[in-house]
């Protein structure tokens, strides 16, 4: 479903926020893309929805080039920033009517694909309301719903836990597991390493740009022995040895 080649940005000349990441997201599965603070998750992910262009490499979505044909690779796909960044000054609704009139949704699918989303999410109250009412939550729902209502084979979430109530991250999840087991894909990143250890059928851990590991968290266990998820993330990422040695706090 995504094939990375050699995926390297480099920022200001010299600095690497990606560095030559490669890796296959197959069809059929929940992809965790995790990381620490600046490791390069988000610029990773901008450039496979085209929203960076890449300094060396390549990302193929179903074969299809995103460097060479931008239009119809994101027509396979549904984003959602890290960031809920929606147009304020006009309703929820009027911008659900937008990104629908973009990929080009007749209006009676998009009635019913609207009301589901809208009752899935809690937002059916607030949808006529100006988006600039919206609490942060609120905006998030909206983001997920503009991505979802065109029904694309790849979801491509940044940080979509964030934000959400647990009700709404629960039909999130269940969301995320119904749309792989029919075929679909789902890439997105987390700092919420029981939700990736949960929900994942394999995981990529990148750090300072590189990408360290891929695989399941059996394959990681099988690696660095049998800790949680998170402890092995902090051994992957060298997180605990950068951080220093704060056992004196539970010192009496």
Known sequence: MIEIR???????????????????????????FLGPNGAGKTTTIKMI?????????????????????????KLKMGYVADEPLVMEKITGIQYLNLICDVFKIPPSVRAE??????????????IKDPVSTYSHGMRQKLSLIAAL??????????EPIVGLDPES???????????????????????????????????????????????TVKELRDLRGQGSLEQLFLEVTGSETENGDFSYLDAN
């Open 6 to 32: 050699q995926l390297t940005k480099i920022y200001s000349g010299s600095v690497k926020a990606v560095d030559g990441v490669s890796m296959t997201v197959k069809r059929g599965e929940i992809f965790g």
């Open 49 to 73: 929805v085209g929203l960076l262009k890449p300094t060396e490499g390549q990302i193929m979505i179903e074969d299809i080039d995103v460097a060479s044909s931008p239009v119809e690779a």
């Open 113 to 126: 694909r609207a009301e589901r989303l809208l009752q899935n999410f809690k937002l059916s109250d607030a």
């Open 149 to 158: 209502i065109h029904n694309p084979d790849l979801w491509i979430l940044d």
């Open 169 to 215: 991250a629960f039909i999130l999840k269940q969301m995320m597991r119904n749309h792989v087991k029919a075929g679909n894909t789902v890439f997105f990143s987390t700092h919420v390493m029981e939700v990736a250890e949960r929900i994942c059928d394999r995981i990529g851990i990148i750090n300072k740009g590189k990408l360290e590991f891929v695989g």
